[in-house]
């Protein structure tokens, strides 16, 4: 699990203890992720599943994506698809994703990348595998996140973030124990790069084996703690949990988590993501590829969909579907095409 990393941890600013007197706050449930597929058929698994929406918000859905070894001509991704009302982030740990929509955005995303998509008033987009990557095989994680936009925001215009791995706010523990990416939002006064409508913070934690982490967290912001790979506890009661487990927390101004001593040989650390936000408190109206904040919204979002209001694939897009690319290298004579970003 590469994503980001330092040779010396130390060298790194370090997070403060939550001040004297914080509230830990403590995990409301543990939940286990269940697994499924997106798109052409790419394994995910879907983190907040079985949540109460109420306890997510401003988050809407989040799936973690692999950790998938490939083989040659397996690799997968969506077709062109539409999307409305909210933002996709889409956080690569290893492995590589194209990605074009209709509004110009596009660009490929690897180790340690992120890709951020405010849909907004409506657009289309692909997300595939490189045509590379699909020839060859070979690793493949990460997540994707759906951040919800406040009514006011919904048709905002479109926008397309391109963070590189090396633009990551990169921090430590207050004891070294703990490397913190911050991607969005800010720790402890550190700002990480995501520029985002909605006040939230988004960050990848690789704890330590026996190493505890305490991280001061903004009380008007929710809470949640997914576990990518690795064992270990959360909490002020030190409730157990693994790969694939969402923690949700209660009120308070702290978080606390440790790893195991002990971890596997495949994941020697404790990765987590930690994430949270300021709760929009708005009606939810989701459906598919839409949010919106009533029905009506959503049947306006269809038909606007349908007419070619939210964009038209392009006649030589950049980026193909990997079923197509597929296709092409099985078809008599075939092989790849060339399609660079």
């Known amino acids: 699990m590469p994503a980001v990393t330092v040779e010396n941890i130390l060298t790194l600013p370090r997070v403060a203890q939550p001040r004297e007197g914080a509230q830990s706050r403590p995990v409301r449930s543990v939940s286990t992720a269940p697994k499924g597929f ?6 995910v698994r879907r983190a907040f599943a079985g949540t109460d929406l109420a306890a997510l918000d401003p988050f809407i859905h989040m799936d973690q994506m692999g950790e998938v070894e490939y083989a040659p001509m397996e690799p997968r991704g969506t ?12 956080y690569i740990i290893d492995g590589s994703f194209d990605h074009e929509d209709t509004h110009g955005g596009g660009g490929t995303i690897t180790n340690g990348d992120t890709q951020w998509m405010t849909a907004g008033s409506g657009l289309l987009h692909i997300e595939a595998p490189p045509e590379q990557l699909v020839m060859s095989g070979g690793l493949f994680h990460g997540i994707q996140l759906w ?4 009514g006011a925001q919904k048709m905002t215009d479109p926008r397309y973030q391109d963070i590189r791995s ?7 523990s207050h004891d070294g124990g703990t490397l913190l990416r911050v991607i969005a939002g800010s720790l402890d006064g550190h700002d990480g790069p995501g520029i985002t409508h909605t006040p939230i913070s988004l960050v990848h934690a690789t704890v330590a084996p026996g190493a505890r982490l305490d991280l001061p967290w903004p009380a008007d912001f929710n809470a949640l703690v997914y576990v990518l790979s690795g064992r270990g506890v959360v909490g002020p009661e030190r409730r157990p949990f693994g790969e694939g487990q969402l923690a949700v927390f209660g009120a308070g101004d702290s978080l606390e988590l440790a790893a ?8 020697p650390s404790l990765e987590v993501l930690v994430l949270g936000g300021r709760p929009i408190r ?12 009533s029905r009506d919204e959503l049947v306006t979002a269809f038909e606007d969909f349908q007419a070619g209001r939210l964009g038209v694939i392009p006649k030589s897009p950049r980026v193909r579907s990997a079923q197509e690319v597929v296709d092409a ?8 095409g060339h399609h660079s970003l």
């Open 329 to 336: 290298a099985l078809a008599p004579g075939g092989a790849p």
């Open 282 to 293: 708005e009606p939810v109206a989701a459906y598919g590829p839409f949010v919106m904040n």
């Open 79 to 90: 077709s062109w698809h539409p999307h409305r009302g909210f933002e996709t982030v889409t």
């Open 166 to 172: 090396g633009e990551v706010a990169l921090l430590s």
């Open 147 to 150: 951040v919800n936009l406040p």
């Open 38 to 43: 997106e798109g052409e058929g790419f394994p």
């Open 260 to 267: 195991d001593d002990r971890q596997d040989e495949r994941s």
